[in-house]
């Protein structure tokens, strides 16, 4: 059965339904950046999958055991013991949220000029390896257009291999974003990642995955390998193939804060451990309160159920079967968070340039009061594959009708997308210029 919600309320919330005449208000004081907009003034909130999730009663119950003592909390050890279980690595250092670890990684392997090579980096990495004067470079999978290829957060294999071999000196270390979050949240193949792997190791380069959305991997490895294992069993196998894990426990810890750094190795744990105490806090809690740990311990196990990953993984497809099925022109096949419309496909007549990604955020909001993301021109620059606008599904949030609604906000847009006008950027801070920019609508002919 695809559209049957397995979770039944127990707690509401009432969604705020304004005019358009409101919207558009709100829209021209925001800057035209949904980032700026309140939520509730938001109807389905798509912007991101991370820290919106729902929690569960047992999570809830289990928060109420909070332990905050400063060290060797009881909360901690139930934290320790589920993460390592979750990720098979012996050492594990808690911090506040996923760019928390970015940074302590970027600290302790990057220095000015570096290589940071990734089958595709998302904004935060991507953001703090600039920061520190590093160049992240994105090497995706060159199946990336081929809607049958069902792997295609892949690496490639035969760049990393060229750019292994002739810019050796410069690469500081390889990333695997897992799931891979910018191109469609789409999955990385277990044998690709250890390809991958095996190579970085020839040229004796750390191996970091980022693994915020391994079980959602696991899930549609699963599904697309047909393999008899488990999922934690599945997750286990990836991981074993990498120096340092690192995970934003906001997706796949099914939480709102929160991450943590494991790996099996001594040496690189003193270093981690130092630099997170420095900025994160110590060990046994690094950033968390008890409550936050408590909730991670118990959503790190809830993710491994079976049930739980397949209505997340039929919700993603009812939405991009829907927008498939009215010409939408989406990312397929459909990853394991969220759909990703090809703006530029969608609507022809406004340039990446001119962020056609945005213009179609700002409408989507204007007629429906859906709040999305443009992953394009507008976050990534000039580094920018393609541009796309992710419709990020919160985890047990949204009902089948909600992703419904979506749908029918789309086949307005499509009716009338031949009025759309780009944007331009006003203002933004040079780093993270989609969280901070100021737009304004692009005059006709203009
Ligand atoms: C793939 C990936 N890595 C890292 C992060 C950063 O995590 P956080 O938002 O917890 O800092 C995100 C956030 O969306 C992500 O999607």
Redesign the pocket.
Request: charged share 30%; glycine share 20%.
């Given at each position: 059965m695809k559209s049957f919600d397995i979770y039944k309320y127990k707690v509401v919330e009432k969604i705020n339904i304004l005019s358009i005449e409101e919207r558009e208000k709100i829209l021209e004081k925001a800057g035209y950046n949904l980032f700026n907009i309140s939520s509730k003034n938001v109807t389905i909130d798509l912007l991101?999958d991370?820290?919106t999730n729902a929690i569960s009663d047992l999570q809830l119950s289990m928060m109420m055991l909070f332990d905050e003592s400063y060290a060797g909390s009881s909360s901690f050890e139930r934290f320790l013991e589920s993460a390592q279980n979750f990720c098979n690595k012996k050492y594990i250092i808690p911090v506040h949220?996923?760019?928390?670890a970015?940074k302590i990684i970027a600290d302790i392997f990057c220095k000015e000029g570096n290589y940071v090579l990734s089958n595709t980096h998302?904004d935060?990495?991507f953001a703090i390896y600039r920061y520190k004067g590093a160049i992240p470079i994105n090497i995706p999978t060159p199946e990336i257009d081929d809607d049958s290829f069902c792997f295609k957060g892949n690496i490639d294999l035969s760049r990393l291999e060229y750019l292994l071999t002739n810019e050796c000196n410069r690469i500081s270390h390889v990333v695997m974003?897992i799931t891979n979050?910018a191109l469609g949240g789409q999955p990385v193949d277990i044998e690709n990642l250890k390809q991958a792997y095996l190579l970085v190791k020839r040229y004796d380069k750390p191996f970091i995955i980022?693994g915020?959305?391994i079980a959602e991997n696991a899930m549609l490895y699963k599904k697309a390998k047909n393999v008899n294992l488990n999922i934690r069993e599945i997750i286990h196998s990836y991981t074993s193939y990498c120096d340092i894990f690192y995970m934003?426990t906001?997706?796949d810890g099914i939480a709102h804060m929160g991450?943590f750094l494991a790996t099996d190795e001594e040496k690189w744990v003193s270093k981690i451990r130092q630099l997170a105490i420095i900025f994160e806090g110590f060990p046994s809690y690094g950033g968390l309160s008890g409550k936050d740990m408590e909730i991670i311990a118990r959503g790190l196990n809830e993710v491994l159920s079976e049930d739980y990953l397949n209505d997340r993984i039929n919700q993603v497809s009812f939405l991009g079967s829907l927008l498939h099925k009215e010409g939408i022109p989406v990312i397929k096949p459909f990853g394991g968070h969220a759909i990703f419309v090809d703006a530029q496909k969608f609507i022809e007549h406004i340039t990446p340039d001119d962020l056609v990604g945005q213009s179609l955020v700002v409408e989507l909001y204007r007629l429906g009061g859906i709040r999305a993301v443009e992953v394009g021109n507008l976050m990534y620059g000039k580094d920018a594959i393609k541009n796309l606008v992710r419709l990020a599904i919160p985890r047990r949030v949204y009902t089948y009708s909600h992703l419904e609604y979506v749908c029918e906000i789309f086949k307005e847009i499509k009716n009338n997308k031949k009025n759309l006008t780009g944007f331009e950027v006003v203002s933004s801070d040079p780093l993270v210029p989609h969280f901070t920019a100021v737009l304004r609508p692009k005059k006709v002919g203009g």
């Open positions: 991101t991370s820290g949220q996923g760019r928390a970015e998302f935060t990495g974003t979050n980022d915020c959305r934003s906001k997706k991450g």
